[in-house]
């Protein structure tokens, strides 16, 4: 099976990131995390971003805060698709991030996320979206997520109109 390279700026990222790795883990997409920095250790990070495709990886979620740089040098260097996550790591809130993130230069695209764990949730839908385009059951297991979220609201509403309906 495909898997997920998930790559962090730092290591105060993990606590975001393990909303990704839960939903992966829900979904049975094997993935592998890393720490590396694109300004402090570049050489480390290009060269794994290199290798992702030959050691198995099918997408790349990279979570990075401030300058927020990581995705983008990591989509510099594969042509695996990458989907950024940025963080909150200074008086910003993680606007700082996303900036950095959605201004890509034409050339080198990188989906980008919400700031936070929602959008660490989300990478981790996308990447199994992205495979499940060639792995029927990732699929089937994706369309049963929906289904089973439609129904809680449905069971929500339907909780909300007896409530109400009590009240009268």
């Not at 694109?38 to 401030?66: D, K, M, Y």
């Amino acid at each position: 099976m495909s898997k997920v390279g998930i790559i962090m700026g730092s290591k105060s990222d993990l606590g975001i990131a393990e909303a990704a790795i839960k939903v992966l883990k829900d979904f049975s997409v094997p993935c592998e995390v890393i720490v590396s920095s694109a300004h402090r250790t570049p050489e480390r990070t290009g060269e794994w971003a290199r290798g992702a495709e030959n050691n198995g990886f099918s997408v790349i979620i990279a979570l990075a805060g401030a300058a927020a740089h990581l995705a983008g040098v990591v989509a510099s260097e594969t042509n695996l698709p990458v989907v950024a996550v940025p963080v909150s790591a200074t008086t910003l809130g993680g606007l700082d991030a996303l900036l950095s993130m959605v201004q890509m230069p034409g050339g080198i695209p990188v989906a980008t996320m919400a700031i936070g764990s929602a959008g660490a949730k989300n990478a981790a839908l996308f990447a199994c979206q992205i495979i499940a385009r060639s792995d029927a059951e990732l699929n089937a297991k994706l369309k049963s997520y929906r289904e089973n979220m439609k129904q809680e609201v449905y069971k929500a509403n339907e909780e909300v109109q007896a409530m109400l309906n009590g009240a009268q």
